[in-house]
């Protein structure tokens, strides 16, 4: 992610790249509410900064159309950048469509560290993602984020939120979420 | 093919739109009813987040549909304008989504035969002409998958289980089959949609349908019932606005609270 900020402050010659990495800063200060170890720059929610006609535009992509917490992190973005002192804009893209493959390296060690499994990629043929969809498939072994054991078993298809699984370890007893791969 | 088709494409879209949104509406509020009394914890969980994300979607689709009635010089109608302030005559939900919730077997089998319907439509709107409509479908469809595996999951879960969940599991595919034909009875107003390629027809995308459903049955020991009576097609159904007894009672408690105090914010 520092990497693509350094592209879009490169490519953005016309403005303040001060400001653009300020902004994005800031954007990488504020967190996920339902999964407060990972910032939304390293969930992929952030798509772009970019400077228009006296204004900063920061451009989100909600994870999941039901997610509660978008109304949540599209406030805390201008509470986030209103100390910076520009005009900022928050504009929300649907498309394309969220991935958690833009789950940045960092997040997904953020994410076991808070004893979540982060998601597979959506390559996988285990993933709901391919097609044609088939059912009773082998899914992907999940590693315990806990104690790194393969023995682990689903307890259902969705979790305390809709983007995650349940799981249980069957070494460390301990049960876990699932980043579902999405 | 019945009925005649709106005035305008824009009339038409607005209808499609509603039918969209409203199957997930009225499905997002029937699962909403078993908060708090799932059989076990984790379906209650797992049926509410399903719930949550047909709720999102349904507002992204109305939204829309507000944006296009306005267009056409209507006053700007917004997603809980259309939620709270249409009689069910009005709705254009399926039949199939508003049937009520039963025992666990019924309001599975309404999700299976529904969740397998919804994903190849959703997969045909992927490659709408209409960019807003292909672009909310490519991301509920993600989500959809996952309804899709987990509903089939449970169908053979119950079918194939005790003697007790399959006689329930087969009563209640015996039940609600007759409302699956609604789903690919294309009427004139989405004739002109397929036409002017908006709108995904759904006639063409029974046979996968069928057989997507009759593999996760055949698992699940489930038959198909053999008598062929549809309720609901011949732009005689929900997508028309002809809907039955269970959806006004829904949307009364659904409704309640708006239509008393319709300005009430949180």
Known sequence: ??????????????????????????????????????????????????HAANEWIVTVTPTYSGCPATRIIESDIRAALAELGETVRVVTALAPAWTTDWIAPEGRQKL??????????????????????????????????????????????????????????????????????? | MTGSAPATLDAARFEYLLRLADNGLVLAQRLGEWVGKGPVLEEDIASTNVGLDLLGQARLWLAYAGEVEAAGGSPLRGEDDLAYFRDSADFRNLLLVEQPNGNYADTIARQFLFDQWHVLLLGQLTLSRDERIAGIAAKAVKEVRYHVERSADWVVRLGDGTATSHARMQAAIDAVWMYTGEMFSVDATERVLIDAGIAADTSALQPTWQSSVQSVLDEATIVIPADPFMQGTRSRGGKQGVHTEHLARMLAEMQVLPRSYPDARW
């Open chain 1, 1 to 50: 992610m520092v990497a693509a900020m350094k592209m879009r402050a490169g490519r953005d010659d016309t403005c303040d790249t001060g400001v653009h990495a300020a902004i994005w800063r800031a954007l990488a200060g504020v967190v996920d509410p339902e999964i407060p170890a990972v910032s939304i720059v390293e969930l992929g929610i952030v798509r772009d900064v970019a």
């Open chain 1, 112 to 182: 076991r560290e808070a004893g979540i499994a982060p998601p597979h990629p959506t390559t996988h043929a285990g993933s709901p993602n391919a097609q044609p969809i088939t059912f009773g498939q082998p899914r992907p072994a999940v590693r315990c984020p806990n104690c790194g054991s393969l023995k682990t078993v689903e307890l259902a298809r969705f979790g305390s939120t809709a983007c995650k699984a349940q799981y249980r370890c069957g070494d460390c007893l301990e049960p876990f979420d699932l980043f579902k791969s999405h």
